[in-house]
């Protein structure tokens, strides 16, 4: 039997169906034979799901995690944001904490012997089908803005085995008693991936790095770009100036443009930080 793998993400409203519209062509260009699966709450409307139908992903819905009211009012956005604030980027409006649970629900897609998971505001600039062959679970840090930021992992790209006895596993573990999850889907996974695999950083390669650690940047090795806090998608944002190359290579794809990585100027090690 030829193992089953997939590439998945989950959208959860419009911003994000258009933001996997770009990561779906993206794959499609580095010549994957992986299926493409869209994963979808009941944000998203189905005007804005039929452009990833067309570029032949299948649509899964994800419907919220059955978690208790305490839990929920715990994960407002509001109280999340109010309790650890971001800093050092703003997170959009369309953004809802609480959503990002619904990613776990990739456990349930056991027809795969393999998923590699990959947030819907992230492009895939070269094949990246040797991730099928990591154990689970592994990511890659969340490197952005110095060496310790390398004991966390950033949930945008992760290898996955799915299995029902996990997701239930895992449906015990969130909503405990009391149970908060300051970074939702990532200090879960992290807490119950306690020995996870480290991939390389440049599988999930965060935008900030452009900036903050320019001389972590190499266009030979980067493989995902993943838009962190501001989203490429959006006009005029605060650090759309400081990270123009990398929204002209979001927009290039959204167009179903292939741009020539290898060809692209590295950030200067000069570069300016806030």
Do not use: C
């Amino acid at each position: 039997m030829i193992p089953r793998y997939a590439y998945a993400t989950l959208v959860t409203n419009a911003d994000y169906a258009l933001g996997a519209t770009a990561l779906m062509r993206s794959l499609r260009l580095t010549g994957t034979d992986a299926d493409l699966v869209v994963m979808h709450t009941g944000g998203v409307d189905e005007a804005a799901l039929r452009p990833l139908a067309a570029l032949g992903a299948r649509l899964y819905r994800a419907d919220l995690l059955p978690t208790s009211d305490a839990f929920n009012e715990r994960h407002q956005r509001a109280r999340i944001h109010a309790g650890n604030p971001f800093t050092k980027g703003r997170k959009p409006g369309f953004h809802t904490p609480l959503d990002n649970f619904a990613k776990l629900r990739l456990w349930e897609l056991e027809e795969y012997e393999r998923v590699v998971f990959i947030d819907a505001d992230a492009v895939v600039v070269r094949n990246i089908d040797r991730l099928f062959l990591y154990p689970e679970f592994s990511a890659a840090p969340n490197v952005y803005e110095g060496l310790a930021d390398f004991h966390r992992l950033n949930s945008g790209v992760f290898v996955a085995k799915p299995s029902p006895v996990t997701f239930d596993a895992m449906l015990s573990r969130l909503d405990a008693p009391d149970a908060y999850w300051p970074r939702t889907d990532q200090t879960f996974l992290q807490s119950f991936f306690p020995h996870w695999h480290g991939m390389p950083v440049f599988y999930n390669m965060l935008q900030y790095v452009w900036f903050n650690l320019p001389e972590l940047w190499d266009w030979k090795s980067v493989h995902v770009v993943h838009y962190q806090y501001e989203k490429p998608w959006e006009a005029d944002h605060p650090k759309s100036a400081m990270l123009a190359p990398l929204i002209d290579l979001w927009k290039a794809y959204l167009a179903g443009e292939a741009p020539d990585v290898d060809r692209l100027p590295n950030p200067k090690p000069s570069a300016v930080k806030e």
